[in-house]
C-alpha cells in the first residue's frame, strides 16, 4: 500500500489505496495531472488582454503563469475549465470553448 501520489496511477486496485484515499506527502499537485477533467477550456485573445492580472488570483488552480508582471498562456496540466477566470476579465479576452481532447 502506497502513500504516494505518484504511485497512484490508472493501474492501482482499489485494495492497494489507503483509508479514505489520504496522501502523505506535501507537494502533490505537481505531480497529479487535474487538467483532463475539464469539458470546457479557457482561451486567451492576447490581442484583448491588458496584463490587468485579474485573472490570475481567482483561479483556483493556479493555471495562470505571472512573470515579470505578464500573465502567460493557461497551464492546462491543471486547468479545470472552471471560467471563472473568463468571468474576470473584464477586456473579454478569455473565452470558453469546447475541449476537444
Known sequence: MSHLAKDMTPDVKWRDLTPGCNIFEGGTSETVET???RTMKPVLDMDKCRQCLLCA???PDMSIP???GKR???NYFFCKGCGI???A???GAITMVKDEK
Do not use: S
Request: aromatic share 16%; hydrophobic share 35%; charged share 20%.
Open 35 to 37: 487538467g483532463d477533467w
Open 89 to 91: 476579465c473584464p477586456f
Open 66 to 68: 505571472v512573470k515579470d
Open 72 to 74: 502567460g498562456d493557461f
Open 57 to 59: 488570483p481567482v483561479c
Open 85 to 87: 477566470c473568463a468571468n
